[in-house]
């Protein structure tokens, strides 16, 4: 998105008796830009909330973080972005002191409890795969409800410093609202709490979730091939080998809670050859191998793709107020602030894309919303 012009003045024409301001193409373009992803936001959110209150399959202690998340995108949609779009506008601050240290708690606050949830949905599948049996009988509704309220005590809590001191050392200017101070205490206090320790927690926990599903795939595969998939016969053994896309599928972004429980597979019984056994043997190996590299590389992209939206989106913005409000002689055009802050705003809008779109329920409740089908 280029901000290039959205500091133009306004034109003056003179017609000899009084001054006309005209609004340039390009901010006009920007607003509306900007007010589009605005209203994306609210609407893919307030989807996906509806979709899991009215969803009896959505109704899961994994997916209400999902709704916590959505709520918290939707805050940053209806509450923070209209203001920026009329501060970008208007190219300064009409709405008063009051409004603006609102708007700026809910700005700071919402957007820091956004990337904090990411941090505990990771955590949550972290432990859903690696202790399924224990922690499918921890996580219920009331833990899922704790989860959530930690995170929005931690957000207030990182959120209040900065908040309390924004003009220490200097009077605010009328017409800006923004935090300004250069103490490197406050900076490394609200950026590694809101930013830099969640991202390098979720890295972490990404990374065991990889290798854990890479090894829960090789251990059903192998699995398997010695036990399940082979039957006796008049003492000759016959292997049996799962279709393709067989029900085993492990779905990173959340095995679907409301999946038919996995049936068994069939066995022929018949008696083959030798040779025929030998070379049936060879095609189930090679298919589980062909299904199993499947699945490794989705989950490979599906966690590069997390990882991913959320460093692009909000990793610029913070090494800008690290850099800016650690080195006394380092600045940036505003311009460049408001692109990198709207660069983080937009997280808020592919949060609810990335972490419902994999899912099968997610994708059969939104069909049924948007055809207005109430029995769900």
Same mark, same amino acid.
């Given at each position: 998105?280029?901000?290039?012009?959205?500091?133009?003045?306004?034109?003056?024409?003179?017609?000899?008796?009084?001054?006309?301001?005209?609004?340039?193409?390009?901010?006009?373009?920007?607003?509306?830009?900007?007010?589009?992803?605005?209203?994306?936001?609210?609407?893919?959110?307030?989807?996906?909330?509806?979709?899991?209150?009215?969803?009896?399959?959505?109704?899961?202690?994994?997916?209400?973080?999902?709704?916590?998340?959505?709520?918290?995108?939707?805050?940053?949609?209806?509450?923070?972005?209209?203001?920026?779009?009329?501060?970008?506008?208007?190219?300064?601050?009409?709405?008063?002191?009051?409004?603006?240290?609102?708007?700026?708690?809910?700005?700071?606050?919402?957007?820091?409890?956004?990337?904090?949830?990411?941090?505990?949905?990771?955590?949550?599948?972290?432990?859903?795969?690696?202790?399924?049996?224990?922690?499918?009988?921890?996580?219920?509704?009331?833990?899922?409800?704790?989860?959530?309220?930690?995170?929005?005590?931690?957000?207030?809590?990182?959120?209040?410093?900065?908040?309390?001191?924004?003009?220490?050392?200097?009077?605010?200017?009328?017409?800006?609202?923004?935090?300004?101070?250069?103490?490197?205490?406050?900076?490394?206090?609200?950026?590694?709490?809101?930013?830099?320790?969640?991202?390098?927690?979720?890295?972490?926990?990404?990374?065991?979730?990889?290798?854990?599903?890479?090894?829960?795939?090789?251990?059903?595969?192998?699995?398997?091939?010695?036990?399940?998939?082979?039957?006796?016969?008049?003492?000759?053994?016959?292997?049996?080998?799962?279709?393709?896309?067989?029900?085993?599928?492990?779905?990173?972004?959340?095995?679907?809670?409301?999946?038919?429980?996995?049936?068994?597979?069939?066995?022929?019984?018949?008696?083959?050859?030798?040779?025929? *056994?030998?070379?049936?043997?060879?095609?189930?190996?090679?298919?589980?191998?062909?299904?199993?590299?499947?699945? *490794?590389?989705?989950?490979?992209?599906?966690?590069?793709?997390?990882?991913?939206?959320?460093?692009?989106?909000?990793?610029?913005?913070?090494?800008?107020?690290?850099?800016?409000?650690?080195?006394?002689?380092?600045?940036?055009?505003? *311009?460049?602030?408001?692109?990198?802050?709207?660069?983080?705003?937009?997280?808020?809008?592919?949060?609810?894309?990335?972490?419902?779109?994999?899912?099968?329920?997610?994708?059969?409740?939104?069909?049924?919303?948007?055809?207005?089908?109430?029995?769900?």
């Amino acid at each position: 998105m280029d901000f290039s012009n959205c500091t133009e003045g306004f034109f003056s024409l003179d017609d000899g008796s009084e001054e006309v301001s005209i609004i340039p193409p390009s901010k006009i373009l920007l607003t509306f830009t900007l007010s589009l992803l605005a209203v994306m936001t609210t609407a893919i959110n307030s989807l996906v909330i509806t979709a899991i209150i009215v969803t009896r399959k959505l109704h899961h202690p994994a997916n209400y973080l999902i709704c916590s998340l959505a709520v918290t995108d939707l805050l940053v949609a209806i509450l923070v972005m209209p203001f920026s779009i009329l501060y970008i506008q208007r190219e300064s601050w009409q709405m008063g002191e009051a409004v603006c240290y609102m708007w700026l708690s809910v700005d700071i606050t919402c957007c820091t409890c956004s990337i904090l949830h990411l941090a505990a949905i990771a955590l949550d599948r972290y432990r859903a795969i690696t202790d399924a049996v224990e922690y499918s009988r921890k996580r219920t509704g009331l833990r899922a409800g704790i989860t959530v309220g930690v995170v929005w005590f931690l957000s207030i809590l990182i959120s209040l410093p900065p908040l309390l001191w924004r003009n220490h050392g200097g009077e605010p200017e009328e017409d800006q609202c923004l935090i300004t101070h250069h103490h490197i205490a406050f900076t490394l206090y609200s950026t590694l709490g809101a930013f830099y320790i969640p991202l390098l927690l979720i890295l972490i926990l990404y990374y065991k979730i990889y290798r854990a599903a890479q090894t829960l795939y090789l251990r059903r595969g192998a699995s398997r091939g010695a036990s399940r998939h082979s039957s006796m016969v008049n003492g000759t053994t016959l292997p049996s080998c799962p279709p393709d896309g067989g029900p085993d599928t492990l779905n990173l972004q959340e095995k679907s809670y409301s999946d038919p429980t996995t049936e068994g597979d069939r066995v022929r019984i018949t008696v083959k050859s030798p040779h025929s *056994e030998s070379r049936r043997e060879r095609e189930c190996s090679l298919r589980r191998q062909r299904i199993s590299g499947t699945r *490794e590389r989705r989950a490979a992209s599906t966690l590069g793709l997390i990882l991913g939206a959320f460093v692009v989106c909000w990793l610029p913005f913070f090494l800008k107020e690290v850099i800016v409000n650690t080195c006394g002689s380092c600045s940036t055009s505003i *311009e460049l602030a408001d692109f990198l802050t709207w660069l983080g705003y937009l997280n808020s809008l592919i949060n609810p894309l990335i972490y419902t779109i994999f899912n099968e329920d997610f994708k059969k409740a939104f069909q049924r919303l948007v055809r207005c089908r109430h029995r769900l």
